[in-house]
């Protein structure tokens, strides 16, 4: 997690929880301050709203996605490896005798990362651990043992490296590249979000890797309808989703360039 969102909890200064504070502060001011608090309410309910709507979602995550683009040719890509970044997973899943499992995040990376997989032969890596915090020792299953469990019950493509100790991309990169380079790899096919490839890619070449981008779950230019004028919570998940990753390119830049 960003250094800037360990000490403000995300939860709070990212949309809805940001918003609904603003609305409470405005309702709490209503009878002292009437204009005041109807201006601060009105804004919160009307950015709430707002950020609701797929087609307005767009505007924040479009300029994240043409920081990327599609892998045409991974096999002419000149990697040795292939690195999957976790996103969540679903506790004690009774379908599978309480393992937990990847979300749908989690699950959409693995499918390309098969899909690659087949097409190059090359090996995976799959980082995730704990999301935050360290592994608790009564339960040791992270989310790189949930990802490499799917990948051979589920998609049948082997796993080579598992990062279980990474907490956010930064750690994702660090502990990758440390696995990876002791087996002599240094060029590898990134698979992660397109919203979160280009900050994934930075820490990756931070941490001295070469990336080619492999980015799925592209969003932009599918809100063409009259439904992406109505709210929706697919709507509110895309820019909380956009917002997290413009704060956080912004949070690297300004942490380059005070180091510079």
Do not use: C
Not at 44 to 56: C, D
Not at 58 to 70: G, Q, S, V
Not at 98 to 118: E, S, V
């Amino acid at each position: 997690m960003l250094d800037l969102l360990n000490a403000i909890p995300r939860s709070l200064i990212l949309p809805p929880a940001s918003l609904f504070l603003l609305i409470l502060a405005g309702l709490a001011l209503w009878r002292r301050r009437p204009r005041t608090g109807r201006i601060l309410a009105g804004t919160g309910v009307v950015l709430l709203a707002l950020l609701s709507m797929t087609a307005v979602a767009d505007l924040f995550l479009t300029p994240l996605e043409r920081m990327t683009a599609p892998l045409l040719a991974p096999e002419r890509a000149g990697a040795g490896a292939i690195v999957v970044l976790a996103a969540g997973r679903l506790r004690d899943a009774p379908e599978y005798g309480g393992r937990d499992i990847p979300d749908y995040i989690a699950l959409a990376r693995l499918r390309y990362a098969a899909h690659l997989q087949r097409r190059t032969g090359l090996p995976i890596l799959v980082s995730g651990g704990s999301a935050g915090t360290p592994a608790p020792a009564d339960r040791p299953y992270t989310l790189a043992d949930a990802m490499a469990s799917a990948l051979r019950e589920d998609f049948g493509v082997p796993v080579r490296w598992t990062e279980a100790r990474s907490r956010d991309t930064a750690e994702n990169a660090a502990y990758s590249a440390a696995l990876l380079r002791a087996d002599g790899v240094r060029r590898v096919l990134l698979v992660t979000d397109a919203m979160h490839m280009a900050r994934s890619r930075a820490a990756f070449e931070r941490a001295g890797l070469e990336v080619v981008d492999a980015p799925t779950m592209f969003f932009s230019g599918q809100a063409r309808s009259l439904h992406a004028w109505v709210p929706s919570a697919e709507g509110l998940r895309r820019s909380w989703y956009a917002l997290y990753e413009l704060i956080g390119i912004l949070w690297y830049q300004a942490r380059k360039g005070g180091q510079a």
